[in-house]
């Protein structure tokens, strides 16, 4: 489950912009992205906890849904999907041999070397 602000929002009543998902991406064995399923559930202002918990509900029940699911380390190639007018995936922000850097949107997680699982924000 994550919030997201639609691109070029404005700061004004943010509270009506800021728009909570279940969220579940999927990959193939060699980390591919095979696609991902994304459901509104509501605003801030429609009350917070109320649309969070119909998030972690939804996901929930397509978590229960996944054949053989399985809770192990992983490694994805970065991928991107728009929804709604927000930006989610792992965006490849700089590719310096040195200095590897991706982010995971829409909650602009930083990752780099040495990949330990560790981000920024």
Known sequence: ?????????????????KR???????FD???RHLDSRIQFTG????GEQKV???ARLLLDEWL??????????????PFEVQFEGALFG?????????DVWVEFYPD?????????????T
Do not use: K, N
């Open 64 to 77: 229960d849904a996944l054949p053989e699911r399985q809770y192990q380390d992983i490694a994805i190639a």
């Open 29 to 31: 064995g060699a980390g």
């Open 52 to 54: 969070i918990d119909a």
């Open 20 to 26: 909570w998902c279940a969220v579940l991406h999927r």
């Open 90 to 98: 792992l965006i490849l922000e700089a590719e310096d041999p040195d």
């Open 108 to 120: 602009q997680l930083g990752f780099h070397a040495p990949w330990d699982g560790y981000y920024d």
């Open 1 to 17: 489950m994550t919030a997201a602000f639609p691109e070029g929002w404005s700061h004004d009543e943010w509270q009506s912009q």
């Open 43 to 46: 605003t801030t202002a429609d």
